[in-house]
């Protein structure tokens, strides 16, 4: 067969299938359009998903006549005035959007420029355009695509439910939001509102702050933290959320590159990589960042649908952005994500104890725990006090007796204040000036722990050893102790002195002073297995953090462990002293804290 030219029809049907993959991709077009066109309101309405219809209204500058005939031909565009693909400043540049929907559905566009006498419409179906004729609209311009994909039928086989459908075009409208709060922003699906998002008022941190709030909830603004950094060309600004306040997969994490919503692995490694400290390897934080960057240094011509992007000095980029989120994460490194619902604590029904029927037909579990055994109101409120209790729980308040241990009476007070009580030989209850925290006396140890391993290895010293009185021998799996004894030298380094014994199993001789109490023989199996987890190629050096946190764990104060009120005072002053203290090894909470006004919102004080 000899060459020849592909009708046009075709080359913009071709064009689609690398533009438009499904409805969201018709909807971040268009959007992304009436953005470009100055519009201060856009509405977008669907129907079975997006295959039946999007509609995509907004209030922006419009089209003439003349323009809108040239919108939909290809590589048709306003938004290169210099023909240099090297400096855009737009979100659209290719001219392809228009005439790649068009080839795919049915279209019809009605456009009023600003200060027009009247609108223009045209329709597009499969790619054959109408005349345009007069309408009446007001300025801005309307679009309405029809039985999507109707022309290429095979793509309808791979799209999704409408249920689904709907929740990609919510989520893309979503991130386009997140970058214009000073836009207002509508979306219907079958007459429901998926999204309602009014223009945000104030100074660009404060309206962002604002569209961050109403986009990635209150609990986000509430628990987040300011990135903002500059270097050379490049400045990094938006939030980022405390460790404590996790997801399990990335797909609360926000990228934005010179306003333009991408995906990029480079930004999400190194946004994982700034977290290594902090987070388990399985949860991801949430964030909103928002990257400048000179135009010339960035390329977002790569890909058709340019969600990808190309930095000229990928290695500024990374560096400032990990540098300056683990900045951030220092500066709130006490701060704990507090997530307790006390409205929901207040609606829960709380029964009528001067009602003896009421109180008997309570099921056990429904009771508060003051009140767990049977009530007498006649007993209780002459003698103004609580009924005698049967001793079911572990709280334990002791006094002071300095000869009892090792640590010295803490006389001063910091931000954790002074412990009161321990209970379930698990949790410490301390009291400040104006509220009570919680703290989890493992995962806070546990933190302590680990930033001084960390900051022996990074001071290039090795910590204080202790050998052990009978050398433990760990039988492991071939494959567990060929990945340990590999790994001999940089273990030692953080006090750990294993060695060869027999054909299945290892020697240890010391282990790190700071872990003197841990179960030596379950330490080595999980070391064991982490490392043959990660393979061969794995550097041990870039994933000391690892190790250092799996030390840490089995070395720190345990659960269930009895603490005398000195003991419980250093660990408070210890993590008022420590990094990162405000989260344990794996992203979650050392403590909460309760305030003195939030008490008495429960009792109803207030």
């Known amino acids: 067969m000899p060459i020849r030219i592909l009708p046009s029809n075709l080359v ?27 519009a201060s309101s ?80 045209i329709n597009i179906e499969g790619g054959k355009k109408s005349d345009p004729q007069p309408a009446a609209h007001t300025q801005g311009t309307r679009i309405e695509v029809r039985d999507l994909f109707y022309a290429t039928p095979v793509r309808l086989k791979f799209l999704k439910a409408d249920a689904s459908e709907t929740a990609q075009c919510v989520d893309i409208l979503n991130r386009i939001a997140l970058a214009n709060p000073n ?10 509102k998926k999204v309602n998002l009014p223009v945000c ?139 307790l619902d006390l409205d929901q604590i207040i609606q829960d029904n709380i029964p009528d104890f001067s009602n003896r029927t009421e109180t008997a037909s309570l099921q056990e579990h429904q009771m508060p725990t003051a009140f767990q055994y049977s009530y007498s109101p006649r007993k209780t409120f002459t003698q103004n006090k609580l009924p005698e209790l049967e ?63 960390k900051d022996h290895l990074l001071k290039e010293k090795r910590p204080a050893s202790q050998m052990l009185l009978i050398p433990e021998v760990v039988d492991l799996s071939g494959s567990e102790k060929v990945a340990l004894l590999e790994n001999v030298a940089e273990l030692s380094k953080l006090g750990l002195e294993i060695e060869e014994f027999g054909s299945t199993a290892v020697l240890v001789r010391e282990i790190p002073a700071l872990l003197k109490n841990c179960e030596v023989e379950t330490l080595i199996h999980d070391l064991a297995e982490e490392m043959t987890e990660w393979g061969k190629g794995f550097s041990l050096e870039k994933k000391m953090h690892l190790v250092c946190a799996t030390l840490a764990c089995h070395g720190s104060v345990r659960a269930g462990r009895a603490l005398n009120i000195d003991e419980m005072n250093k660990l408070l002053r210890d993590m008022e002293q420590t990094e990162h203290s405000g989260q344990c090894n794996h992203g979650r909470p050392t403590y909460v804290k309760l305030s003195l006004n939030e008490i008495e919102k429960l009792f109803e004080r207030r």
């Open 42 to 121: 856009i509405e977008v309405t669907l129907v079975g998903g997006g295959k039946n219809l999007i509609i995509v209204s907004d209030d922006g500058k419009g089209m003439t006549k003349n323009e809108l005939m040239l919108a939909t031909e290809r590589h048709a565009t306003s938004k290169l005035p210099d023909d240099n693909l090297f400096n855009i400043k737009f979100l659209g540049f290719r001219g392809e959007a228009l005439p790649s929907i068009a080839s795919v559905s049915r279209m019809s566009i009605i456009s009023r420029y600003q200060g027009s006498e009247c609108a223009w419409k």
């Open 391 to 453: 001793s079911i729980y572990s709280v334990k308040v002791e006094s002071t007796d300095t000869h009892l241990t090792a640590f010295p009476q803490q006389e001063t007070e910091g931000i954790l204040g002074q412990a009161k009580a321990q209970f379930h030989n698990t949790y410490i209850i301390s009291q400040t000036e104006d509220s009570i925290v919680i703290i989890d006396q493992h995962a806070a140890h546990e933190r302590i722990v680990m930033e001084k391993l």
């Open 183 to 192: 836009v207002g922003f509508y979306l219907y699906a079958d007459d429901k």
């Open 12 to 38: 913009n049907q071709i064009a689609a299938g690398e533009v438009i993959e499904r409805p969201s991709s018709v909807v971040k077009e268009l959007v992304e359009n009436a953005i470009d066109a100055g």
């Open 201 to 339: 008022q104030g100074d660009l941190f404060d309206a962002r702050l604002q569209r961050l709030s109403d986009v990635m909830g209150k609990t986000f603004s509430e628990n987040s933290l300011l990135i903002k950094a500059e270097r050379e060309d490049v400045k990094i600004s938006g939030y980022v959320s405390l460790p404590t306040l996790n997801k399990a997969n990335s797909l609360s994490q926000y990228l934005f590159v010179n306003n333009r919503p991408v995906r990029d692995k480079l930004l999400l490694g190194a946004i994982k990589g700034a977290y290594q400290d902090v987070l388990a390897s399985n949860r991801y934080p949430m964030c909103a960042l928002f990257f400048d960057v000179n135009p010339n240094n960035v390329d977002v011509n790569v890909h058709p649908t340019k969600a990808e992007v190309r930095f000229y000095d990928n290695a500024l980029i990374r560096g400032l952005l990990v540098s300056s989120i683990r900045q951030a994460l220092i500066n709130g490194d006490k701060k704990t994500a507090h997530t």
